[in-house]
């Protein structure tokens, strides 16, 4: 049998239950409607927000391209004229310093032939007639030196020193050539620290090398250095400077020399003699009388007196019975234009230039009173010989 009771059981309860689920679909979809309603509006403040960030954004961006835009299109011209005041000074005083290099007339390199250089300096032109300024110790005591100049057009000559003093350590030298660019000699007295100043020369063997700094002390005492027998004072700048450009100017934006570059501590301390002292010494220099160049040997002789030949014939006595007179060499120097000459110890000269010679005297006389090369007539042993020899100037 059907149960009635169930079915209408089971229909009630259906029905309410679709009734309950009819009212939260209801609430649900309300609710939903609602949270909608509030994600849009939450959306669309993003949005707005979003825009106006996009919006400034934009507006930054266009005003950094313009100003990019305005920076490239703005123009520099002139500017280097302006401000650059050192190659104003360099193109004014570069054209009188000059490299100095010393080289030994006694060695010649294995490989080249020329002469072996054993040091290099700077200098630079205070006359126009060749007269050239320097350290003493750059061109001072090198024995067979031969100093060679070059100028900065890149001709060189031979030059010669004509006056130095070591305690200033300021020398002077002299090429044969005319009408040449000079440097104009400042004041060091009213130098102030802080100062913009240039050191030209040649570091290292590189010519015409310019370097800048300011001045550090104008009045650095010898003895604040540890330099023992000079009562001078240096002044101190930070303009690089190194090994060759000793000699070299330390000029003023005005293109004046108020300096010579000397010596170097370290990097960033470097030194100079004041322009004072090298305008005292030149002053000087032109009191004294002028050194006398003399023609140089190189060797040591001895008069050939009786006795001396009475030994001479002792020991040797198969040496020519005729000589009566001459020079005897005892010494020659390795390298000097006697020994390049073929000259030997024991030697025997007795004519020079077809002229008998008696003693030592009658060759100082000859090479004062001569110029070019000397002919000499030797007696080796128990040979006769003609020696050809170019003597050196110092």
């Known amino acids: 049998m059907i149960n ?23 609430r649900f979809l309300s609710t939903v409607k609602y949270s909608n309603q509030n994600n849009d509006e939450r ?31 703005l123009s520099l011209t002139g500017r280097r004229e302006t401000y650059n005041f050192i190659a104003d000074v360099v193109a004014v005083s570069a054209p009188s310093v000059v490299y100095i290099e010393i080289q030994d007339g006694r060695r010649l390199d294995l490989f080249s032939g020329r002469p072996i250089t054993i040091s290099n300096g700077s200098g630079f032109i205070v006359n126009e ?50 009408n040449l660019p000079v440097m104009k000699l400042g004041s060091s007295a009213d130098l102030r620290p802080g100062e913009w100043v240039v ?35 240096y002044i101190q700048t ?15 934006l005005d293109g004046e020399a108020i300096g010579i570059n000397s010596m170097k501590v370290t990097s960033g301390i470097s030194f100079a003699i004041p322009i004072d002292y090298v305008k005292e010494f030149l002053a000087k220099r032109k009191t004294k009388s002028p050194q ?9 002789m001895l008069s050939l007196t009786p006795n001396i030949l009475m ?28 020994y390049n000459g073929g000259l030997q110890p024991g030697d025997i000269v007795t004519h020079i230039n077809g002229t008998p010679v008696t003693s030592a005297t009658d060759l100082y006389s000859v090479l004062e009173n001569s110029t070019g090369k000397l002919t000499m007539q030797v007696v080796r042993g128990r040979l006769r010989t003609t020696i050809i020899i170019a003597p050196e100037i110092h």
């Open 292 to 300: 006398v160049s003399r023609r140089y040997l190189g060797i040591t």
């Open 129 to 178: 007639d060749g007269l050239i300024l320097t350290n003493a110790h750059v061109v001072v005591n090198k024995p067979n030196a031969v100093v060679n100049v070059r100028l900065m057009d890149g001709s060189t000559h031979i030059g010669f020193v004509e006056d130095f003093d070591i305690k200033s350590d300021l020398a002077t030298l002299r090429i044969p050539v005319k």
């Open 238 to 252: 930070d303009a690089p400077i190194t090994f060759g450009n000793s000699g070299g100017p330390l000029v003023n």
């Open 43 to 73: 959306f669309r403040g993003k949005r707005y927000f979003g825009g106006v960030l996009a919006v400034a954004a934009g507006v930054l961006g266009y005003v950094t391209l313009k100003e990019k835009i305005s920076a490239a299109t």
């Open 199 to 233: 050191a030209m020369g040649s570091p290292l063997a590189l010519s015409n090398t310019v370097t800048a700094g300011v001045v550090s002390s104008t009045q650095r005492a010898s003895k604040e250095l540890g330099i023992q027998g000079k009562d001078m004072v």
């Open 311 to 338: 030994e001479l014939r002792m020991r040797n006595p198969e040496m020519p019975t005729d000589i009566e007179n001459g020079i005897l060499v005892w010494k020659v120097i390795i390298g000097s234009p006697a």
């Open 4 to 26: 009635i009771a169930r079915i209408v059981t089971r229909f009630y309860v259906n029905d309410s239950v679709k009734h309950i689920n009819l009212r939260r679909s209801s």
